[in-house]
């Protein structure tokens, strides 16, 4: 079958994982690009209704274009490379095998850093992150469970408290006894989630994004303008773009047997997510993230084959969207534009709020669009908790 050879050539005889941790390399067959590439050009293209833009979903005339460049000038070996120059290693927690990198700083007092990605994300998000932050942090970032190399899942139930406690255990195993945690998408959520499962070694948590949504009307009057215009496209995204959020939080089982066998499909379906998540200025997808990083993503989750246990996290967090329980351990939270829409009003109801800063660059992918101030906003803001 086709994903026991994925496993196979990705994973040799790591596949029998343990509690120990496991050196890890990427290492695609060949036989996969080859089938990757074959399927993207025999792609058997949807009709559409013209004129019509972004406004019902990703344009023909654009994904053609994209997916010619996938089949004809994309390298996965040079991304696969980069990967690897970067020490990896896998490890089973609570039943499922979880991948990370692990990067040690030279620096003596440097501080534990856990780095969480969101959905449609993976750990290629903090790839250029990687060099400035090992030399002020030991740096810890995972695949999410289900995501790119932790995946496919092996039971139910991965919600963010639970992934939260995978990582606890996971710096645990590491030999960190106290560490930070940052994360964007639903990377915030487990970060959130980090400091009700683990407050005795967690020592500070950072978001970009925000952990919650605006509970506020676009016409209360005590909002400012800022926060005005962030419920505003808040409701916007939800009324235009918030489909896939429903599909993945009731079907994403169905959903996932046209992503996994059209690569094209898959390839829609997070360049849309990018188009409407990304700088608002800017009009492509690839305009505001490197074409070749978000085709590195995307051949992620198609050579994983995880497109249902990737959107899982959302099936399991639908029961619970909103709730949070206390939080004492100190959060700074950084917005990027409007593209990131939570109010500090909210934050604090259940946060340890001690760090906001708005910024007008950048969008709802940071680490991507706006790795300068990212960059600057996690060394400032742990700098106190060394």
Known sequence: ????????????????????????????????????????TRARWAAETPGQGWARGTPVDYLKELAAYWAD??????????????????????????????????????????????????????????????????????????FGFSGPLTESGWNTRRIARAWAELMRRLGYG?????????????????GVVDPEHVVALH??????????????PTLTDRERARVRRMNEFMSEAGGYIAIQSTRPQTLAYGLSDSPVGQLAWIVDKFRDMTNLEKELPDEAVDRDVLLTNVTIYWLTNTAASSAAVYYEEAANWG????????????????????????????????RWRDYDKGGH??????????????????????
Do not use: C
């Open 207 to 220: 978001v970009n994004g925000g952990t919650t949504y605006p509970s506020a009307t676009e016409d209360d």
């Open 1 to 40: 079958m086709r994903t026991e050879r994925v496993r196979k050539g990705f994973y040799g005889s790591d596949m029998n994982t343990n509690t120990g941790i496991h050196p890890f390399r990427v290492d695609v067959p060949q036989a996969e690009l080859d089938d990757l590439n074959d399927r993207v």
């Open 73 to 146: 000038g994309y390298d996965w070996r040079a991304w696969e490379a980069k990967l690897n120059a970067f020490p990896q290693f896998t490890t089973e927690i609570d039943g499922q095998r979880v991948h990370f990198l692990h990067v040690r700083s030279e620096r003596p007092d440097a501080l534990p850093l856990l780095l969480t990605h969101g959905w449609p994300g993976s750990v290629v998000e903090f790839l250029e992150l990687i060099g400035p932050l090992s030399r002020d942090f030991h740096l810890v970032i995972p695949s999410l469970p289900g």
């Open 178 to 194: 106290r560490y930070g945690a940052q994360g964007g998408d639903i990377g915030s959520g487990v970060t959130r989630e980090l």
């Open 323 to 354: 709730e949070q329980e206390p939080s004492s351990v100190p959060l700074g939270i950084a917005q990027f534009t409007v593209q990131d829409v939570a109010l500090r009003r909210d934050e604090e109801k259940a946060n340890n709020v001690v």
């Open 365 to 386: 992918f940071a680490a991507l669009e706006a790795p300068d101030l990212l960059l600057t906003e996690i060394r400032e803001f742990f700098a106190d908790y060394r």
